[in-house]
């Protein structure tokens, strides 16, 4: 089996700060790391490596520093990283990002099943796995919170719903994007960073997966942000409410009260 | 699709609107995206519709006429029953193509955004995630979506010029829906799902609703949530008879999911859900950044803690300083006072 894992470097929020005056988080000049649901793929990936035999491949498309978070992926135990990088990739939207590794996928051939985060902490938008599925025209199962069962034919995926959830029955090939509750991701080893350290991580270029430049970068997506400005800032004034817990409730409640909320 | 021409461009007309479906009821969100989408439409003059797939959705005509839209576009069929995203797209986009529609809106639910992004790359359209935001561009006539982006940190404004149509989820709880018309009635077709659009590539086996213990954060004007402070799965009872008293849902840090107190589909935050309550009640929670993402954008936010200083307690418009094990009773008996 074949599994590619696609890792996207995110900025790391836990550098973040509060600004006392907005009330909203400040994330100027901080380090980029492996976007957090993009640990769980991997280990899931890792994992059906350990009980059935498969090559785990990380794919990043990013600047050539990206190659980070392929080697730390190989140090927690993926064969091998492919970055995608190149100029004419920067400014994708979803649509464009979505096509450019789905070429990857069919460059790097034979590939049985794509694992994607659910979703990138910093674009947000989620849309990229069932993008790559779509591009591909492969089956998709998204917010995956286990894969029960995984054989060589096919397996079970548990999707997360806001009332519940459900347990498909899915063909390979086929692209899942995971949730947390899936694993707990393994810590790489020492020896595991070292060695990851020294794989060569080979760079693709469009032209080396064979992408069309009509529809990458800029120019290939269909989405333009327009314009981006902070959020409204919130209320300044914090109402402290101190004393018996009776008096607290009360006080509380009144406020909720006039103030419509409850 | 490429519209990149005035020409292209007009030949695709009205406002669609993708139905939350579940169990065969269309869902509340459906009817804030009408109100939404009504506005939208009287902006273009132009016709609202609301495509509805499931099974025994037809039941749903006058409901969907009752709340705004101008056409009722059913795809009634038992194949339906159960989420099977490739099917609903493949029927979607056959949709898409014979009727043009010009905007495309759908709720950002765990459906609405496995369903979509699938719809927009076959249909070569651009996608807008999570709009809090939508109107129409008095000059180009375009439609200008505005979202939130790095976990509610900054507020993009996104257009798709040259391609239709444009398509955009939605954010529950941010749109208001009209007020139901009984009165109000429309047009409505019925089309069919084709041989081999559903079951082609998966078998729903099992489907789990949890009626007992509601989640639906999305969806809750009130969320009561805990955190490490809690100290147990006994203390989230606690919580759920304040979110029960004030009809809310309850909510966790990660710290309290991981310690096996509530189940994960609870977590708000970075690595859980963003919700938008009219009111969030932090318990227990510190308010570490990666929980703040997933919640500062609620309006009213509250915060009891033993600690008065901490990140929660600074942001909140209401900090309560106090052991909540003796806050939330007196909350209670305060609440069923009057
Ligand atoms: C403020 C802002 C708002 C934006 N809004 C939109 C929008 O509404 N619509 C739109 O089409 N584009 C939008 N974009 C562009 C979008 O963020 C980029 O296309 C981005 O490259 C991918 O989207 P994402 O971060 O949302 O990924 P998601 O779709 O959230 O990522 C899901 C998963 O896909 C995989 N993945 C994503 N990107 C990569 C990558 N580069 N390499 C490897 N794996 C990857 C990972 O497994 C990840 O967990 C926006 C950009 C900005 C800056
Ligand atoms: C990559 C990554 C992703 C993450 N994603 C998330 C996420 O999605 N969501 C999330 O929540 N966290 C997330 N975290 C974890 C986050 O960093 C914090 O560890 C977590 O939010 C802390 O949870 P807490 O506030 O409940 O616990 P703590 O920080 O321990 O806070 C407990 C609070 O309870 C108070 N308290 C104790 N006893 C009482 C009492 N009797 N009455 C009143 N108050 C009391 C304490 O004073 C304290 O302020 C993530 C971390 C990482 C690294």
Same mark, same amino acid.
């Given at each position: ?46 994992? #059906? ?24 992926? #190989? ?99 086929a692209v899942v994007t995971v949730v947390k509750d899936l694993n707990q991701p393994r810590i790489p080893t020492l020896k595991g960073r070292l060695a990851a350290q020294k794989v060569e991580i080979p760079t693709w270029t469009a032209a080396d997966v064979g992408a069309d430049l009509s529809k990458i970068g800029l120019d290939g997506s269909p989405t333009r942000v327009v314009k981006t400005e902070p959020p ?31 | ?59 749903? +005509? ?87 982006? /790095? ?5 993009? +404004? ?10 955009? +989820? ?9 007020? /139901? ?40 004007? /009130? ?12 203390? /989230? ?33 970075? +690595? ?7 009111v969030y009640v932090a318990c227990g929670i510190s308010g570490q950044i990666q929980h703040l993402v997933g919640m500062q954008s609620c309006d009213y936010i509250v915060a009891i803690d033993k600690n008065p200083d901490t990140p929660m307690m600074r942001l909140a418009d209401a900090a309560v300083v106090g052991d909540l094990y003796e806050i939330i009773p007196a909350m209670l008996a305060e609440l069923a006072?009057?």
């Amino acid at each position: 089996m074949k599994i590619v894992v696609c890792i996207k470097q995110v900025p790391a929020t836990s550098d973040a700060k509060i600004d006392p005056e907005t009330k909203r988080i400040v994330r100027e000049g901080i380090k980029a790391v492996t976007n957090p649901f993009d640990a769980y793929a991997l280990e899931e990936a890792v994992r #059906i490596k350990e009980r059935l035999g498969a090559e785990v491949i990380a794919l990043t498309m990013g600047p050539p520093r990206a190659d980070m978070v392929l080697r730390e992926a #190989i140090a927690v135990g993926a064969d091998r990283g492919i970055l995608l990088s190149d100029r004419a990739f920067g400014g994708s939207d979803t649509w464009a990002t979505s096509y450019a590794l789905s070429k990857a996928v069919e460059r790097i051939g034979g590939v049985d099943l794509v694992l994607c985060g659910k979703q990138a902490i910093d674009g947000d938008t989620a849309q990229v796995g069932p993008g790559i599925a779509a591009q591909l025209g492969w089956a998709q199962a998204t917010y995956v919170m286990a894969m029960p069962q995984v054989d060589e034919g096919s397996f079970t995926a548990k999707r997360m719903h806001e009332d519940g959830w459900d347990l498909c029955r899915i063909a390979f090939p086929a692209v899942v994007t995971v949730v947390k509750d899936l694993n707990q991701p393994r810590i790489p080893t020492l020896k595991g960073r070292l060695a990851a350290q020294k794989v060569e991580i080979p760079t693709w270029t469009a032209a080396d997966v064979g992408a069309d430049l009509s529809k990458i970068g800029l120019d290939g997506s269909p989405t333009r942000v327009v314009k981006t400005e902070p959020p409204p800032a919130r209320n300044k004034e914090t109402l402290r409410i101190e004393g018996s817990a009776a008096d607290c409730a009360a006080a509380l409640v009144r406020e909720l009260r006039q103030k419509s909320l409850v | 699709m490429l519209a990149n021409t005035p020409a292209l461009r007009a030949e695709y007309r009205n406002v669609w609107v993708v139905a939350e479906v579940s169990g065969g009821k269309v869902q509340k969100v459906t009817w804030e995206l009408l109100g939404a989408a009504r506005r939208l439409a009287d902006a273009r003059s132009c016709e609202l519709w609301c495509v509805a797939l499931g099974d025994g959705v037809s039941k749903e +005509t006058a409901a969907i006429h009752g709340y705004g839209a101008d056409v009722a576009l059913i795809v009634d069929d038992s194949r339906l029953a159960r989420f099977d995203d490739e099917a609903e797209a493949a029927a979607l986009v056959r949709l898409i193509g014979k009727y043009r529609p010009e905007i495309l809106v759908c709720a950002a639910t765990t459906r609405g955004r496995a369903l979509i992004p699938r719809v927009a790359v076959t249909s070569n359209s651009g996608l807008t995630a999570d709009c809090t935001g939508l109107a129409i561009d008095p000059e180009s006539g375009d439609l200008l979506q505005t979202r939130p982006a /790095f976990g509610g940190n900054i507020m993009a +404004t996104i257009r798709s010029a040259n391609h239709r149509p444009q398509m955009a +989820t939605v954010r529950p709880r941010v749109m208001n829906a009209l007020d /139901f018309d009984p009165a109000r009635k429309g047009q409505s077709i019925s089309e069919g799902l084709l041989e081999g659009e559903s079951g082609a590539f998966k078998t729903v086996l099992e489907v789990f609703h949890d009626e007992e213990n509601p989640v639906n954060l999305s969806d809750a004007r /009130f969320i009561v949530a805990g955190g490490r402070g809690v100290k147990g799965a006994e203390g /989230f009872k606690l919580l759920r008879k304040l979110a029960d008293a004030v009809g809310g849902a309850v909510g966790a840090s990660r710290a309290a999911v991981d310690s096996g107190w509530v189940p994960y589909n609870h977590q708000v935050g970075q +690595t859980g859900q963003t919700v938008q309550a009219t009111v969030y009640v932090a318990c227990g929670i510190s308010g570490q950044i990666q929980h703040l993402v997933g919640m500062q954008s609620c309006d009213y936010i509250v915060a009891i803690d033993k600690n008065p200083d901490t990140p929660m307690m600074r942001l909140a418009d209401a900090a309560v300083v106090g052991d909540l094990y003796e806050i939330i009773p007196a909350m209670l008996a305060e609440l069923a006072r009057t």
